[in-house]
């Protein structure tokens, strides 16, 4: 089954203590990127990718790291998480010349 | 600064009436648009995109409406279903950039039987 995974699903963290959520696509895909949901602001894109070790910032880059060392994973990377990233956050791929994303189910992710 | 606004939170429509879901962009460098339909607890699925070389795409009960002048487009369902009942965010990419898509804030659709 095609699909976009991402683990875990729910995480409630501290302050500063770093964090990596995976993300894992089976479609061979070139594209992914990384999402955050808030209430009010719709979806934000964070960083996406275009392939292995091609990544960029999307509009709200402050605070996350990506890598893409592998084509199917793109780990999103909180080095020192703060409160103001309690969020849902949503991983995304896309082939290479198609518009449709696909996106996995979701982490919540709550920083005390 | 939103560049693509969805000024409606939410919408509630009767069962068999038609829904319009609208959406206004900022940036003229946008040249195609998506919509996606979002349930809870689960991530935004696909439903029906537009070139800006149209003015309209249909797909079943889904037809997209794009005003470039305007700066807006409009997604109409006809008829409404129950199972229509969910978010939906517009989202809108240039024509180089096909990995980055800014979204609008969404809209909560409610079908009622």
């Known amino acids: 089954e095609a699909q976009v995974t991402q683990n875990p699903r729910y995480l409630i963290t501290v302050t500063g203590k770093k964090l990596t959520v995976t993300c894992s696509q089976n479609?061979?895909?070139?594209?992914m990127s990384w999402y955050r949901q808030d209430p009010g602001l719709g979806l934000r894109q964070i960083y996406y990718s275009m392939n292995v070790e091609v990544t960029d910032k999307g509009d709200v880059p402050e605070g996350y790291k990506v890598s893409r060392k592998e084509k199917r994973n793109f780990p999103l990377i909180l080095e020192s998480p703060s409160p103001n990233q309690t969020s849902l956050y949503f991983c995304a791929s896309q082939a290479q010349g198609r518009d449709t994303q696909y996106f996995g189910p979701g982490t919540r992710l709550t920083v005390l | 600064d939103q560049q693509v606004k969805q000024n409606s939170p939410s919408l509630s429509v009767q069962e068999g009436r038609i829904s319009i879901l609208n959406c206004d962009y900022t940036n003229s460098m946008f040249d195609y648009f998506l919509w996606y339909k979002k349930y809870p607890a689960e991530g935004p699925t696909f439903l029906i995109s537009i070139s800006s070389i149209k003015d309209k795409n249909e797909d079943g009960r889904f037809t997209v409406f794009l005003n470039k002048s305007a700066k807006h487009l409009s997604l109409h369902i006809v008829p409404s279903q129950p199972g229509d009942s969910a978010v939906y965010f517009c989202a809108a990419r240039t024509g180089t950039s096909y990995g980055k898509l800014t979204f609008g804030q969404g809209t909560i659709l409610t079908v009622h039987p």
């Open positions: 479609m061979n895909h070139e594209y």
